[in-house]
Structures are given as C-alpha cells and as structure tokens.
C-alpha cells in the first residue's frame, strides 16, 4: 500500500506425543519507506508453539533415568520426570535499515522475548548425551547492528555488534534432572542464563576476483558468556578443571568466561565455464590462527564446559558434474 507494506499470518499447531496441546498463532509485520532519507522502518510481532525436540525426548520422560538422580533431587520433584510440555512464545522486534551513499546500508533492531515452559538441554552424568527439560519461563531482551557494505573492486565486508541479556525463572517444569544444582535452582530465584552476553563483535572481509580467486578473514571478539558460579578455590584442587580457571571470572557479580577473540581465514579458487557454472573449486582455511585458549562456557548447569578448538587447518578440492 504504497510506502506501507504488511506481512499478516495465521498458524495453527495441534501437538500429540507424550503431552498434548493446540494454540493459534498470529504473525505480524509491517514496514514503511522513507523515501526521503531512504529508510525502512519496521516492526513485527509473533506468538510461537515451540514442540519439544524429539532426540532423546523418551529418555528425558524415562521413570527409569529418573532413578538415577540423588536422593535430594527426587525428594524435592517425586521419583518420575513431569512431561514436557510445547514452550509458548511472544516474541517482538522493531528496527530500523537505513541507506549510507550508494556504498553501505545500516540495520538497527532491538527484540525482546518471553517464553512460557522455556525448553533447554542438559547432560546426562558426564556423558556427550543430551536431553531436553523446560522451566518455568525465560525473557530475552536483545539490540543488533549489522553495517554491509557492497563489493568495490571485488572487496566487500560485514560488521555486526549484538547485546543479549537471558533471564529464566525457576521451578523446572519438564524432564529429566541428575544433578544437585537442579535443587539449588530450584529454591532460587530469577538468574541469567549462560545465553547472556554483553557485546559481541564480528568482522568479515571478503574478496572475489573476477577469474575465480577469492579470500575470506573474520575477527571475533566476545565479552563472554555466563558461567556457573562456581568456587574458585575448589576449582584450583579440581585435577578437570584448576588449569581452566585463568579463562572464567569467578569472581565477578555474575559470573562469566575471559573475553575471547578469534580470527579465521580461507582462500580458494573456483574453475567456471564460459557459462558461469563451477566445474571444480580448491579451498584451504585456518581457523583460530592465533590458537587462542578460551571457553565458551564453563561448568554450566546444563551443556558442562566447552573448550574453544586450538588452530585448525584444512584443505578440500570439489568436482561439479
């Protein structure tokens, strides 16, 4: 409708499995030019039905796994796992894209989302398994800005800064728990989830030559994620986790991993023919080129620790046919 423009949907979910429920999803978007100053203002909104994941989702529900959790875990939720039920989501977005020259364009956009039997995974003991269990609820507040500039002269590049604060609420409301940590959240209040992040920045310059030559680098800094409120005296004696320690800070009111910041690069060559279709390509890359030690996450409640990969190198080489 001229400089107006409106996206309207409706969806309807009816979910039967171990739990079973219905809900109507409205969907909405609008979006207005400026012609004059060459923006684009929007804003959307969303209710969303989120079913739970399938992979290991009976084990989750199993009385039988349930027996292996501490006797203090059992006290306080009973001897079986509750079923977990689709989590319920609004979700809303506003944002702003802007025009700079004929050369870059600039996105604004703030979100905020609140989520009802929010879902999440946990480990089972110390294994890579992983299972689905939900909480009470969770509200996520976040702000992006993305700058994209086009190709000149075959360069081009992106620079992207993010902001995201994750809160969940206890009681847990679905699934499997193994771990005392679960009956301490259980007797908390509201806490930051380890989604939360204070800024992350990420750059990408590319370059495409014309005959099929092309290279990528990308720098990462993030602030870091939140960790689990572990002692730090008791991590020192831990023989798993005491070298980790110079990679959190415990320390800190909410507790979170070092900063980190980690720059990959790859370059390759495509083989066309006079038709524009690739018929074979090389490609080489190396990623964390600095081989920087750093966490992702540090003894979380629910994913455990997670390492950063020391440098890596490959090479691959691709027929089309």
Do not use: C
């Not at 501490?70 to 509750?82: F, I, T």
């Not at 702000?143 to 800064?161: D, F, K, M, W, Y």
Request: charged share 15%; hydrophobic share 40%.
């Amino acid at each position: 409708m001229g400089n107006l423009r409106l996206a309207l949907g409706l969806r309807y979910d009816y979910y039967r499995f171990l739990a079973s429920g219905s809900q109507w999803q409205p969907r909405i978007g609008i979006a207005y030019h400026i012609r004059a100053t060459r923006s684009v203002l929007r804003a959307s909104y969303n209710r969303t039905y989120q079913t739970p994941p399938n992979e290991n989702l009976l084990l989750s529900s199993s009385p039988q796994a349930a027996l292996l959790a501490p006797p203090a875990v059992q006290e306080a939720l009973g001897p079986s796992p509750v079923v977990i039920r689709p989590e319920r989501q609004n979700v809303v977005e506003g944002g702003l894209q802007q025009a700079l020259g004929a050369w870059a364009s600039l996105d604004l956009a703030y979100y905020h989302k609140d989520g009802r039997d929010q879902q999440d995974n946990n480990n089972f003991l110390n294994t890579g398994v992983v299972f689905p269990i939900s909480l009470q609820r969770i509200r996520v507040n976040g702000a992006e800005a993305r700058l994209v500039t086009i190709p000149i002269h075959g360069i081009s590049g992106t620079l992207s800064l993010t902001h995201s604060r994750a809160v969940s609420t206890p009681p847990f409301t679905g699934g499997l728990f193994l771990g005392n940590e679960a009956v301490e959240a259980l007797s908390s209040g509201p806490f930051i989830i380890d989604h939360d992040q204070l800024l992350s920045l990420h750059g990408i310059l590319q370059y495409n030559h014309r005959r099929g030559f092309w290279a990528t680098g990308s720098i990462r800094y993030d602030s870091g994620l939140v960790s689990n409120p572990s002692d730090p005296q008791q991590v020192s004696s831990d023989p798993d986790y005491f070298d980790l320690l110079p990679y959190a800070n415990l320390t800190a009111a909410v507790p979170r991993v070092s900063p980190r910041t980690i720059t990959d690069i790859a370059v390759g060559y495509a083989r066309k023919t006079s038709e524009g279709k690739r018929r074979w390509e090389v490609t080489a890359h190396a990623n964390n080129i600095m081989n920087r030690t750093a966490l992702y996450n540090f003894q979380s409640v629910f994913v455990g620790t997670r390492v950063v990969a020391p440098r890596t190198v490959g090479a691959g080489i691709r027929w089309y046919w």
